[in-house]
């Protein structure tokens, strides 16, 4: 595709509840992304695919979230018994290939803005 | 601890005028620092990136300004035009030779270009 695709663009959630969000990375593109962007505030790293291994978890706020990109095209974030503090727009980005040493660029979807109620 | 620090929060800018977006950061490690724009419910795009071996890069009417020494680098929006009007965000990455961590983030200036 032309860009960096996620789905569902809105979601509303009661407490408790299971969420799946969906990225579709930009094609031949290695390296993937997932960023949180709660309101007013700037994107914040949760976790990096490279293939499909997930090289970096770090930024993944609980056990109740959970990343996967089995066959390093699509990727999956999953947060488990949604919480209020889980409301925020989730974020997909890829790259050719992240180095900050080879200039590639790392492109974003619009996001899946994620309301918990 | 807030790795990358990013200032004004909101600026008001003539049309025509000069628009100044400052960061400062705190870990030397970084080695890339890109500037991103997000309008409103869009994904942040990038707007201009710069490394740590030049002190200015320009393009068209963006230029980062960087002062190592400082740790700090800005963005420069010549005659800034009510289409400029958006989001902005400094960042910062490290991780040469394949490294995950990604982009740190500031904040996010919002920038309102008045006509």
């Known amino acids: 595709g032309a860009g960096v695709s996620q789905s569902p663009r809105y979601k509303v959630a009661k407490r408790g509840q299971d969420v799946a969000l969906r990225c579709d990375p930009i094609?031949?593109?290695?390296?993937l992304f997932w960023y949180q962007q709660a309101l007013g505030q700037g994107p914040e790293f949760l976790t990096y695919f490279q293939n499909e291994a997930q090289l970096d978890k770090s930024g993944l706020p609980s056990d109740r979230f959970f990343a996967e990109r089995p066959e390093g095209s699509v990727s999956t974030l999953k947060i488990q018994r949604t919480q209020q503090e889980d409301s925020a727009v989730y974020l997909c980005?890829?790259?050719?290939?992240?180095?900050?040493?080879?200039?590639?660029?790392?492109?974003f979807g619009e996001g899946s803005w994620l309301t918990v109620v | 601890q807030q790795q990358v620090k990013q200032s004004p929060q909101s600026l008001i800018v003539q049309k025509g005028g000069i628009s100044i977006i400052n960061c400062a950061y705190e870990n030397t490690a970084f080695d890339y620092f890109p500037w991103y724009q997000q309008f409103p419910g869009k994904g942040p795009a990038l707007l201009i990136a710069?490394?740590?071996?030049?002190s200015e890069k320009k393009e068209g009417r963006f230029t980062i300004s960087f002062n190592k020494s400082a740790k700090q680098f800005s963005l420069h929006i010549m005659d800034s035009q009510p289409g400029d009007s958006a989001t902005y965000f400094c960042?910062?990455?490290?991780?040469?030779?394949?490294?995950?961590?990604?982009?740190?983030f500031g904040k996010g200036t919002h920038l309102i270009i008045q006509p």
């Open positions: 980005a890829s790259s050719l290939w992240w180095d900050a040493s080879s200039g590639n660029t790392i492109y």
């Open positions: 094609s031949g593109h290695v390296s």
């Open positions: 960042a910062a990455s490290y991780g040469s030779g394949g490294g995950a961590d990604g982009l740190t």
């Open positions: 710069i490394r740590p071996d030049v």
